[in-house]
């Protein structure tokens, strides 16, 4: 019997050894799991501009930050997921060959999980021109009708003519979008730093989604002035070096200066018809102002 309880005695001590090992084993192996994540790297790619909208034989330059900092493209790959709808050179330059709906991706060498996708649309270059003559058209036809309204009111008395004029000019200063500017700002004069400069391409952003144009409700002339400014920087605007302006806009993760040539911003800004028309409002609304 005593050499029974001697045997179990020595099993449990037995067991219960094994069983601390193995807890030991685990818990410094869960430890250096968890420091191996804690030191994994983040990073946020973006480009600018971050859709691309071409005709047959057109290209786009695109430009990259990381973090929030300008990178050296060279140090990235590029590849079309379609090239027969476009293509992109090693220097990311995009190029539009017939038309259709692509993607491209832009990849770091050292690291290829860092990377971003660019949206690509390549229309054919008759129906650039197909859309460019209807507009000439519309525009005529809004001259005609505009020639046609003011004859009939010449035609009214004085009195109709001043109620019709007041009518206009509500109409006119409505019909800017549902989205006032002007509650954006926290000052008449607003300076160029980084909060206001982020507040505003927020809101740019989130008009040319909608497909509104910015009213000039309430609007100071400062005001409109930053918020034509911002949208030239949102698609790309290279402004010139030195300044608050420039300098404001440095301070922005988003900003990415890339050409100092306006129509090319214009074709930046591709089909988003509402944030040319408010370009063209915003500037009418300062030019009034004197």
């Not at 915003?282 to 030019?287: K, P």
Request: hydrophobic share 30%.
């Amino acid at each position: 019997m005593k050499k029974f309880a001697i045997i179990l005695a020595f099993c449990t001590v037995f067991l219960f050894g094994a069983c601390s090992n193995e807890n030991a084993d685990n818990k410094p192996q869960a430890s250096d799991e968890s420091s191996v994540v804690s030191k994994k790297p983040e990073h946020i790619l973006y480009a600018s501009p971050s859709s691309v909208t071409l005709y047959s034989g057109g290209s786009q330059q695109i430009n990259l930050t990381l973090d929030g900092k300008n990178v050296s493209l060279s140090d990235y790959n590029w590849k079309c997921n379609d090239e027969k709808i476009a293509s992109v050179d090693p220097n990311g330059i995009i190029t539009g060959n017939i038309p259709g709906i692509c993607s491209v991706e832009a990849y770091s060498i050292s690291d290829p999980d860092i990377s971003v996708h660019i949206e690509v649309t390549v229309m054919s270059s008759s129906a650039v021109n197909s859309a460019a003559v209807n507009e000439e058209s519309s525009k005529v036809s809004a001259a005609e009708s505009s020639a046609e309204e003011s004859s009939k009111e010449e035609s009214s008395n004085t009195s109709s003519s001043e109620s019709s004029d007041e009518s206009s000019d509500e109409s006119s200063d409505s019909s800017g979008g549902d989205s006032n500017a002007a509650v954006i700002f926290d000052t008449d004069s607003p300076s160029y730093d980084k909060q206001t400069l982020d507040t505003a391409h927020d809101y740019i952003q989130s008009i040319a989604n909608s497909g509104e144009t910015i009213s000039t409700d309430g609007l100071t002339k400062d005001q409109a002035q930053l918020l034509v400014n911002t949208i030239y920087a949102t698609y790309g605007y290279e402004f010139e070096d030195g300044g608050e302006i420039r300098s404001g806009y440095d301070e922005c993760a988003w900003y990415d200066g890339t050409t100092s040539d306006s129509y090319q911003v214009i074709d930046n800004i591709g089909d988003r018809q509402n944030i040319k028309d408010s370009i063209d409002n915003l500037g009418n609304y300062i030019n009034s102002l004197g």
